[in-house]
C-alpha cells in the first residue's frame, strides 16, 4: 500500500465513514490516502456493512504473520509472468475472493473462481488448484459441482488427457443466461398457481404479479446481457478502445 501499512486510527476512521454513508473516495481523501487502499481494505475484511476496524486490524496482522512463517517458495513454481508483483496478485485475488463471496457464493467456491479469473490460460486441473489453494482434491472437486451448476466453469481434457477446469471469457454472459432460464420456471410456475387458486384471489393476484414482475425482468435481463455480448467484448490482444 503506498504510505505503509493502514494504522488502527485510519481503519477507526474508516469504519466511521462507512457508517456515516461517505463513499470510499470520500474516506480515502480523509486519511489522504488511494481510493484503491480504501477498497482493498473494505472488501478482503468483510465488505461494507460487515466492516470492523479492531478486527480489519487484528486480521492484518496475523496475515502478515502468516506470511512472514510460511515457507519459502517452491523452486518448481514459476515466476509470476509479465513481470507482476507476486504480493499486489495474492492481495488483489483475496480482494475478489470477498468480492465474489458478497454476491452469495461460498467461500471455497469464490476462491477457486478467483483463482481461475486471474489465470492468464483461463483453466487449471484439480491438483493445480488444490497446491494454489493449499486445500484437499475433495474440496476443489465439491466447489468445482457447485460453479458447474451455476454456468460459472466447465470441464475439457487436454492433450494429456487430464481434465482441466475452464473459465471463458463470457462466463457472466453463460450464468446470466442460466438465471434467466431458471427465472422462467418460476415464473411459469407462479402462473399455473393463478388458475389452481382462482383468478381474482387475493393468494393468486400475488402470484400474477409475481410472474409478471420477474418475466420483465428476466427477459430484460437476457437482452441486455445479449447485446453486452455483442458490443462490449473485448478479444485477446485488444483493448476495450479497439473494439468500437
Known amino acids: 500500500m503506498p504510505g505503509g501499512r493502514?494504522?488502527?486510527?485510519?481503519?477507526?476512521?474508516?469504519?466511521?465513514?462507512?457508517?456515516?454513508?461517505?463513499?470510499?473516495?470520500?474516506?480515502?481523501?480523509?486519511?489522504?490516502?488511494?481510493?484503491?487502499?480504501?477498497?482493498?481494505?473494505?472488501?478482503?475484511?468483510?465488505?461494507?456493512?460487515?466492516?470492523?476496524?479492531?478486527?480489519?486490524?487484528?486480521?492484518?496482522?496475523?496475515?502478515?504473520?502468516?506470511?512472514?512463517?510460511?515457507?519459502?517458495?517452491?523452486?518448481?513454481?514459476?515466476?509470476?509472468?509479465?513481470?507482476?508483483?507476486?504480493?499486489?496478485?495474492?492481495?488483489?485475488?483475496?480482494?475478489?475472493?470477498?468480492?465474489?463471496?458478497?454476491?452469495?457464493a461460498p467461500k471455497m467456491m469464490s476462491r477457486v473462481l478467483a483463482c481461475l479469473f486471474t489465470t492468464d490460460a483461463g483453466s487449471l486441473t484439480a491438483s493445480e488448484l488444490a497446491q494454489r489453494l493449499q486445500v484437499s482434491p475433495a474440496s476443489i472437486s465439491k466447489a468445482i459441482a457447485f460453479l458447474e451448476s451455476q454456468g460459472l466453469v466447465r470441464r475439457e481434457r487436454d492433450e494429456r488427457r487430464r481434465e482441466r477446469y475452464v473459465v471463458d471469457d463470457d462466463v457472466w454472459y453463460q450464468s446470466m443466461m442460466a438465471s434467466a432460464r431458471s427465472t422462467a420456471q418460476l415464473v411459469e410456475t407462479s402462473r399455473q398457481g393463478v388458475s389452481i387458486l382462482g383468478p381474482g384471489t387475493p393468494a393468486a393476484i400475488r402470484l400474477e404479479n409475481i410472474a409478471r414482475f420477474l418475466d420483465f425482468v428476466s427477459e430484460s435481463i437476457a437482452r441486455a446481457a445479449e447485446q453486452a455480448r455483442e458490443i462490449l467484448h473485448t478479444k485477446p490482444g485488444t483493448t476495450p478502445d479497439s473494439t468500437t
Do not use: W
Open 6 to 104: 493502514l494504522t488502527q486510527q485510519e481503519r477507526q476512521q474508516i469504519a466511521l465513514g462507512l457508517t456515516d454513508g461517505l463513499a470510499y473516495a470520500e474516506i480515502a481523501r480523509g486519511i489522504d490516502r488511494p481510493t484503491s487502499t480504501v477498497t482493498r481494505e473494505v472488501m478482503r475484511n468483510g465488505g461494507p456493512t460487515a466492516y470492523r476496524a479492531d478486527l480489519a486490524h487484528r486480521a492484518t496482522e496475523h496475515r502478515a504473520h502468516r506470511r512472514r512463517q510460511a515457507a519459502p517458495r517452491d523452486p518448481k513454481t514459476p515466476p509470476q509472468p509479465y513481470g507482476r508483483d507476486e504480493e499486489a496478485v495474492r492481495e488483489y485475488e483475496e480482494v475478489f475472493t470477498t468480492v465474489i463471496m458478497a454476491s452469495g
